[in-house]
């Protein structure tokens, strides 16, 4: 398959497209800056571009299978409409450029619950973003699947837990491994369409 990856230079963006192209699949890391991705692969190809511009995106993305966002905030704490305003973009550019498969990673403190809402009260700035950010794109048409995790680890494992529509029992951290292995399996199994999954260890 084709895939594009927005958000790619991150750490959880990073593991989608090693991941990717192990799998055999053709990427392509649609980034700010293309010096900060190294990786080098006849497979990958890295396009320079702003998430939040529509015409870019409808440019790099054509003639893709599916697209994969793992943007997150530079900052956790500033107000910020990045993910809100790179999912309009997203969006209305699938939709003209007729991509319909849509993997995004959100975030399990959308899911009710003490812990959720202590973490959704220190984080406000980011989940109002995010939440912002789930509405556009349950709103597009699209064939989407929000995942949404709980606190990422560096681990070094591919195992995960899942659950639609609810957070896994006693899942309190999730390695970055594992999220990129949920999204690239719910794209080639063809699961979770249009559904909000919680992800677990």
Do not use: C
Request: hydrophobic letters at 45%.
């Amino acid at each position: 398959m084709k895939l594009f990856v927005i958000g790619a230079t991150g750490r959880t963006g990073q593991e989608i497209v090693q991941q990717a192209l192990a799998r055999g699949h053709h990427v392509t890391a649609f980034v700010r800056s293309p010096k900060s991705i190294t990786l080098k692969n006849e497979r990958l190809s890295v396009v320079k571009g702003n998430a939040t511009d529509e015409n870019q995106l409808f440019e790099a993305m054509q003639n893709h299978d599916a697209v994969i966002s793992t943007l997150g905030p530079r900052e956790v704490f500033k107000p910020s409409s990045l993910l809100n305003d790179s999912a309009l973009a997203a969006s209305s550019a699938m939709q003209r450029s007729g991509v319909k498969r849509l993997v995004v990673l959100s975030a399990a403190a959308h899911f009710p619950g003490i812990p959720n809402r202590i973490a959704s009260f220190v984080l406000r700035n980011h989940m109002r973003d995010s939440l912002a950010m789930e509405k556009i794109v349950q709103a597009n048409g699209l064939d989407w699947t929000i995942a949404r995790p709980p606190r990422l680890t560096q681990e070094d494992s591919l195992n995960y837990r899942s659950r639609e529509g609810a957070a896994p029992r006693m899942g309190f951290t999730l390695s970055r491994k594992a999220v990129a292995a949920f999204m690239l399996d719910a794209i080639e199994q063809k699961k979770h369409l249009r559904k909000i999954v919680g992800i677990a260890k």
